[in-house]
């Protein structure tokens, strides 16, 4: 549904502005989890409207220059 994808595109908005918070703090370095975010930029991960529980964390992969995700 059109709902469900609003509400996934809000949900990765939410998750790529707390990494750039991160990185920010970091020297430019992003995260090497996506749990590294709680509880200073994320108080609570997300869940995916459809499935009902946090899919976010397994798409999440560090480059090897700590610079990229």
């Known amino acids: 549904s059109s709902g469900a994808l609003t509400g996934c595109r809000t949900n990765l908005r939410l998750l790529s502005k707390a990494l750039d918070r991160y990185a920010a703090d970091h020297q430019g370095h992003y995260p090497a989890r996506l749990s590294d975010l ?11 409207p459809r ?11 560090l480059g090897q220059d700590g610079e990229h995700y």
């Not at 709680?38 to 995916?48: D, L, N």
């Not at 529980?53 to 397994?58: I, P, S």
């Open 38 to 48: 709680a509880p200073k930029y994320v108080r609570q991960f997300p869940e995916c």
């Open 51 to 61: 499935a009902g529980q946090n899919t976010y964390h397994d798409g999440y992969a």
